[in-house]
């Protein structure tokens, strides 16, 4: 389980503050596929993750769009705490998780009672914005490769003894276009140049990275 201090959001805080949020935090469960919170929805509060992943995305013309995949010691919705605006994404469980919510209500009312910490908590929200925007920004900038790239290297973990590295989430072709904002046949293709270019190995829909991938396409 993720305690309170490895959530980004409140890793600054000190001991004693931690202590009293704890009393505001409900405990909640959520099965494989469940929706936690839909695009338009009323925003009345944050969920932390303790334990499982979350997808969250937008939808257009019955297309979705990943806006990212998050998992323990991560916050989702803290939008909410800052403006009235309904929630801006859909976030959905990948696998049976465990969270933590913080109602706005009690939110609120806690920084009026311990002013010392909303610079801490507005910084950490600033910095998840900025990161947001770095995202977007990419997105418009890149070209669909260099987003693929992107993708690839970020899902994969640490190399092997080998300097092999894994993506031990199962990925279809749709699913990296959804991540990435371009067709299912775009992919498939970048994908097959990578694995003729031995960059990549693609087994039961797990990618591995074989070795560097190159700059451009």
Known sequence: MTTLSQVELFSGLPNDVLEQMKALLKRVRISQGEVLFKEGDAANGLYLIQK???KVYV?????EFILNIQGAGEAVGELSLLDDEARSATVVAM???????????DFNAWIDQEPRIARTIIIALT???RRMTDKIRGLALQDVY???RGVL????GA?????????PDRLTQQDIADRVGSSREMIARILKELVLGEYIAVENRHVTLLKKLPERF
């Open 52 to 54: 499982g992943r979350v």
């Open 59 to 63: 939808a257009q013309d019955h297309k």
């Open 95 to 105: 696998e049976a998780c465990d969270l933590l919510y913080l109602s706005k209500d």
């Open 127 to 129: 910095q998840h914005i």
């Open 146 to 148: 260099s987003r693929v």
């Open 153 to 156: 290297e970020s899902l994969a």
């Open 159 to 167: 190399p092997d003894t080998d300097g092999l590295r894994y993506i």
